[in-house]
């Protein structure tokens, strides 16, 4: 059983993908993917999942306590009607997600549930260093430190996305090298390399071949990824440049345009160069970017 908070920017890349390869290689296992959601629209946003993966869904609500009970009771009722033994494995997505899950399942149930928790990166410090700061911001650090001092380690198995995530794991929270596994972000079987494709997207953009195109590629526009100055940067170099985000930028070198998941690698493949530019701080230290991955397949002809 695979449980996630909700339906982010990477979760086609990271959460579908992954399952549905799972499904393909274990097919004698039966597979549920649990999603929590804000209202109903959310079903409408999970695409290609194989038919044989089980999907339910359960309220979700932002990271404050009270809003936390109201989740934890959604899951506790979702887990009710799933066919559940002490055999039973949970993939949690996210450290906060799955100290939810635990108290969730520790409400149902009378014994630990095998955890196998998935920390995504360093969460505390990239709240505290990224985000606005004002009182509730302080609220929801509190909460956070408190509940993963009394939860964290409740986790059986930890998979981390770095070997400096790993480190930091180990320092931060007190999990030994036994408990936790390395698997680095993911890149979705449709990132791949096709010269006709290319072609076509360069002509759309009108681009010509003799022109250097550098693509920057985000689905969550974070302010570690530094895309404003990148695309700045470039521009005013006289370089051309493809943002793959939701903001809108001006200047005549500067394409901007946001492409559905499943059309990501074509422009991509368009690309010359892919940037990944990152501050020098633990956030981006322990981070693993899935467009990494994706720049690989897609830009490299081999």
Not at 61 to 81: G, H, T
Not at 94 to 106: H, L, P, Q, R, S
Not at 212 to 221: A, D, N
Not at 258 to 272: G, I, K
Request: hydrophobic letters at 40%; glycine letters at 6%; proline letters at 3%.
């Amino acid at each position: 059983i695979y449980i996630t908070s909700g339906i982010g920017p990477v979760f086609q890349s990271q959460v579908v993908e992954l399952l549905n390869y799972v499904s393909k290689k274990l097919p004698d296992i039966q597979i549920t993917l649990m999603v929590g959601m804000r209202d109903d629209t959310d079903k409408e946003k999970i695409l290609n999942l194989n038919s044989d993966i089980e999907l339910v869904f359960f309220k979700t609500s932002p990271q404050y306590p009270i809003a936390d009970l109201m989740m934890q009771k959604s899951l506790e009722n979702a887990l009710k009607l799933q066919n559940i033994n002490p055999q039973t494995l949970f993939h949690v997505r996210g450290e906060y997600m799955g100290i939810i899950f635990y108290k969730a399942f520790k409400n149902v149930f009378a014994y630990d549930p095998n955890l196998f928790m998935d920390i995504r990166g360093a969460s505390y410090e990239e709240i505290s260093g990224y985000l606005k700061q004002g009182l509730l911001i302080k609220i929801k650090l509190f909460y956070l430190k408190k509940l993963f001092e009394k939860y964290i380690l409740k986790a059986k198995l930890v998979n981390v996305v770095s070997d400096e995530l790993k480190l930091y794991a180990m320092a931060k929270y007190g999990f030994s090298d036994q408990n936790i596994v390395i698997n680095h972000c993911i890149a979705g079987e449709g990132f791949f390399w096709d010269e006709m494709i290319r072609e076509n997207i360069r002509r759309k953009l009108k681009v010509a071949e003799n022109e250097t195109l550098f693509v920057f590629s985000s689905s969550t526009g974070g302010k570690w990824q530094n895309g404003d100055e990148i695309a700045m940067t470039l521009a005013q170099q006289g370089h051309k440049i493809l943002m793959l985000t939701k903001k809108n930028y001006s200047h005549e070198n500067i394409l901007s345009m946001f492409a559905p998941y499943n059309e990501v690698p074509h422009y991509l493949m368009a690309a010359d160069i892919g940037i990944i530019i990152r501050d020098e701080d633990v956030v981006n230290k322990v981070s693993s970017p899935i467009k990494f991955s994706e720049y690989l397949l897609s830009l490299i002809h081999i």
